[in-house]
């Protein structure tokens, strides 16, 4: 059976997913030093990670017998054009805002 297919927005909607990438950024952390910080089982932590994993946000290294998890930026890459989409979004219907609002105080 295919592994299930993901977009980043149901990455990042598990509230866990999200805490294990905040964990990954401030360091490469083992399976089992990413499990410590949840009350959840070993394996329930790494079908996390797998799906993580598939989606291109973390990547895993084996280093002697341990298996290190580091993020990616690959899956972060949708969720950046979206987020990037609705700032120039704004960005653009403040500008007219600005403009009308200069024009009135100069009346």
């Not at 297919?5 to 399976?31: C, G, H, N």
């Not at 609705?86 to 500008?95: E, V």
Request: with cysteine.
């Amino acid at each position: 059976m295919p592994a299930q297919a993901y977009d980043a927005f149901q990455i990042i909607a598990d509230p866990s997913r999200r805490q294990m990438l905040q964990l990954l950024s401030k360091d490469s952390l083992t399976i089992n030093a990413l499990a410590e910080n949840f009350d959840m089982s070993r394996p329930a932590v790494s079908k996390h990670i797998k799906i993580m994993y598939n989606a291109g946000f973390i990547s895993i290294k084996d280093i002697g017998r341990e298996r290190y998890c580091t993020l990616k930026q690959d899956g972060f890459e949708e969720v950046q054009k979206f987020i990037s989409y609705f700032d120039k979004f704004w960005a653009g219907k403040l500008k007219k805002l600005e403009t009308i609002l200069n024009s009135k105080s100069k009346k």
